[in-house]
């Protein structure tokens, strides 16, 4: 999709409140959703510590965060039948990353298997949306949500373009915070040091806790930072083209050519990082201006087509980590010390085993 039909769609989701005052306007609830998630992390209130796989233990967080932001609050069945839909879901994106004959129409004939897989999470995903939406209307379901559904089945505006970013928001997404909350986790636990660092400037901070949080000049948000430099979402971004021929570097790029990105050149094996540019190092970041990070850090991606969620998963992962460094201490076991990941997913969670120690029991 491009052009004026791409413009349209994108600013009648943007409306929807994701831009980032809505998000900061969000960041109380944020903030207490991430609190009952992470104090749940321990079971047993007598428990006073854990060993949890990183990604596995956070992955529900942001994925029913994004729910509960487009339908309102679900059910026990329904969190169920969402995250059962999530796990038929992930195998489709191997259709996505192949591209070639995936990338066409006719692709539907020739090779049938995968179009009835596609069709069969089609028909279960509009069903659980139809429900989900009728359940809550005018309810618990995001007003400006709800009525950009209702102007899909009135046909104001594509149902396959709006069931299509539904889908992208929670689904396609799910592997993406997931990848960076795990890696995250993982590096501070490795970090010890630079982590009490993070949590003595949380102290330091806490007569305003949302400011804190939404800051980005705070070691909280430049531990962020890094993580997203040294465990980019993808060694490469997913081939995108131009309708138009472009002049790049001296090159001349004939329209519909498709480009890829390398995000491990730009954030790793770039002059711009220095000779440490492979050490965990959020101190970095203090002495870097934000216009010179532009070319220099690929985070949720480039230009008009960033994230559209990028405003609320950045304060939904940093508000997760405020609640972790409150609430434990965390360490990586001896199991956990290898930092490569997991290659099961399209991006490399952490597929490692990190150490929770309530704070109250040291």
């Known amino acids: ?204 901070n806490r007569s305003d806790i949302q400011s804190y949080v939404a800051s980005k000049d705070t070691l909280l948000h430049c531990s962020l930072l890094e993580t997203l430099r040294l465990r980019p979402v993808s060694a490469f971004t997913i081939p995108e083209f131009s309708l138009v021929e472009k002049q790049l570097g001296g090159f001349t790029v004939p329209a519909k050519t498709s480009v890829i990105v390398d995000t491990i050149a730009i954030n790793i094996r770039n002059a711009f990082w220095g000779h440490d540019s492979n050490r965990f190092n959020p101190t970095r970041f203090a002495s870097i201006k934000l216009s010179e990070l532009r070319y220099n850090l690929f985070t949720f991606g480039f230009g008009v087509r960033k994230c559209l969620g990028q405003h609320d998963a950045e304060l939904l992962i940093k508000s997760f980590m405020f609640e972790m460094l409150q609430q434990y201490d965390l360490s990586l076991t001896s199991s956990g010390m290898d930092l490569d990941g997991s290659q099961s997913n399209w991006v490399p969670v952490a597929n490692l085993a990190v150490r929770l120690q309530r704070r109250d029991s040291l």
């Open 1 to 204: 999709m491009s052009g004026q039909r791409w413009k349209t769609l994108r600013s009648r989701f943007e409306s929807c409140g994701f831009e980032r005052m809505k998000a900061k306007d969000r960041l109380l609830d944020t903030l207490n959703e991430a609190s009952d998630f992470v104090k749940a992390l321990i079971g047993a209130r007598d428990q006073k510590e854990a060993e949890l796989n990183a990604s596995q233990a956070v992955a529900a967080f942001p994925f029913f965060y994004t729910a509960r932001r487009l339908f309102g609050e679900l059910s026990k069945a329904d969190e169920e039948e969402l995250w059962g839909l999530g796990q038929q879901r992930a195998p489709l994106m191997r259709f996505v990353l192949m591209g070639g004959v995936y990338r066409y129409g006719f692709s539907r004939w020739w090779d049938r298997a995968m179009w009835r897989e596609v069709q069969v999470f089609k028909v279960q995903w509009r069903a659980f949306c139809e429900r989900a939406f009728a359940k809550n209307q005018g309810v618990n379901a995001t007003p400006s949500i709800e009525s950009l559904w209702r102007d899909a089945r009135s046909g104001q505006v594509s149902m396959d373009e709006v069931l299509q970013t539904f889908d992208e928001m929670l689904f396609a997404n799910l592997d993406v915070t997931t990848h960076v909350l795990s890696w995250y986790v993982v590096l501070l636990a490795k970090e010890k040091r630079i982590q009490e660092h993070v949590r003595e400037d949380i102290a330091a």
